[in-house]
């Protein structure tokens, strides 16, 4: 018995520990999602997510000591988004036929992603900080924390909130595209990117190629369009609700 525990207390103490634990809890949750059929309710990284939380109450292990393990993780978020190009790469001809498109509807998502999220919280009575950290949630995580430092929100709820909005829309997102009859691929792209980022581009690439080069590009420029757009938006805000 004593020599289970020192061997947990090893292995729990080991960085190598906790980035397998993080492949692991990926792997069984992919796993689940492909033999339920891709069903989107059963999202590969909400699962993940969830298993990995229940890991780190069980063992009581604090999140600095998982993530000073599961950095390497973190790391790869940097190539992989880069590699986000190649598709988009392959689409090129088509980005190049629907760029009015492409402009026009990534300005119209940022500025409903945006507004929405602030209406919404200042109903409920959401104070200055809670509305922005709210703004960004639609914008990749790095963008959107530095965006809602810059604002006065908290980049740790911001943080939680853009990983909600993406885990949200990969499991929404194309049946609510489907609802409302939406049909274009590219169009269909355009909405998870700008909406979901990363999370919801993963969840595009599955389902069509040309889909996930459209959800990268939007991904991208909204992350763009979000930062030069909401310092000047939330200006005027906080000065109406100033009034």
Known sequence: ??????????????????????????????????????????????????????????????YGTYFEGAQFVHFLLGPATVALAVPLYRQWYNVRRSALAIAVSLIAGSLTAIL??????????????????????????????????????????????VIATGIFGAMFGPGILN?????DWRARGLAMGTASHGIGTARALQVNETAGAFSGLAMGLNALA?????????????GLLSV
């Open 226 to 238: 979000t930062a030069l757009l909401l310092p000047i938006i939330w200006g005027i805000l906080v």
């Open 1 to 62: 018995m004593n020599s289970l525990q020192d061997t947990w207390v090893y292995l729990s103490a080991t960085p190598l520990f906790h980035l397998t634990m993080t492949l692991v809890a990926f792997q069984v949750a992919n796993f689940a999602f492909e033999k339920a059929g891709r069903n989107p309710l059963l999202n590969p990284v909400l699962g993940a997510v969830l298993l990995l939380v229940a890991m780190l109450l069980i063992t009581g292990t604090d």
């Open 179 to 183: 609802l409302v009859g939406v049909k």
């Open 116 to 161: 929405t999220a602030v209406a919404t919280a200042w109903f409920f009575g959401g104070s200055l900080p809670i509305l922005a950290s709210l703004a960004p949630k639609s914008v990749t995580a790095p963008v959107a924390m530095a965006i809602a430092e810059e604002l006065g929100g908290l980049p740790s709820l911001t943080a939680v909130l």
